[in-house]
């Protein structure tokens, strides 16, 4: 139902805003048909009017979830260029802009940043990036990938980090999104971009230590 409706306002969406609203309201009955709660803390930092690069942790299918309900944005991100092959479903993606990657494939990985730099500029979608690259057991922080990092770069657009914690034997009962700061990434280049990664993982890292 919500991949129909998708494309039926994404075709004329230009901003890609209205379907940002589609993708935060089917995150939220998926999640209201499941026990799960989930609550965040830092929305304030958050400026509603800005586009972000959003650099999370990665846990669980249900991240992306609730990612999509709780922060105040339209948001796309990096997914397996295998998902859109999914009739309906993957041109339901295509249209929310979703960015296809090739996770096999070094070459068509940066295709796949360009891509994104593209839509940021035309849209007001923000971009979310799991820099692990796959999901980690509950509490651990694997190395972070620089694509997003360069991104944030090249596009000049904040990065927004933010943490997903997991209350500890209740897996799926009880999740915390934490909201930091944005760091403004004008006064890097793309020579000093593990710097920046290292400064983002370290602020996840921090949240995930305090609530061990």
């Not at 009017?49 to 990096?78: E, G, R």
């Not at 296809?100 to 940066?110: E, G, M, Q, W």
């Not at 999740?175 to 930091?180: A, F, K, N």
């Amino acid at each position: 139902i919500f991949s129909a409706l998708i494309i039926l306002v994404g075709i004329f969406d230009k901003t890609k805003v209205q379907t940002g609203k589609l993708v935060k309201l089917w995150s939220r009955v998926i999640l209201r048909l499941t026990n799960i709660t989930y609550t965040i803390d830092g929305i304030e930092k958050i400026n509603n009017d800005n586009q972000y690069i959003i650099i999370s942790n990665h846990h669980s299918a249900v991240d992306i979830l609730i990612t999509f309900a709780l922060l105040p944005l339209s948001i796309s991100f990096f997914t397996k260029k295998e998902l859109f092959r999914i009739p309906l479903f993957g041109f339901a993606m295509k249209l929310a802009g979703m960015v296809p990657v090739d996770r096999f494939n070094k070459n068509k990985s940066k295709k796949s940043v360009n891509s994104a730099a593209a839509k940021l500029a035309k849209t007001n979608i923000s971009i979310l990036n799991y820099p692990e690259g796959s999901r980690m057991p509950i509490g651990k922080l694997g190395d972070f990938k620089k694509g997003g990092f360069i991104l944030a770069i090249e596009s000049k657009i904040p990065i927004l980090p933010i943490t997903l914690i997991y209350k500890k034997n209740m897996l799926y009962n009880k999740i915390r999104l934490v909201v930091d700061n944005p760091i403004d990434t004008l006064n890097y280049n793309v020579s000093k971009r593990n710097i920046l990664l290292n400064n983002v993982r370290n602020i996840i890292k921090s949240n995930l230590l305090l609530n061990e």
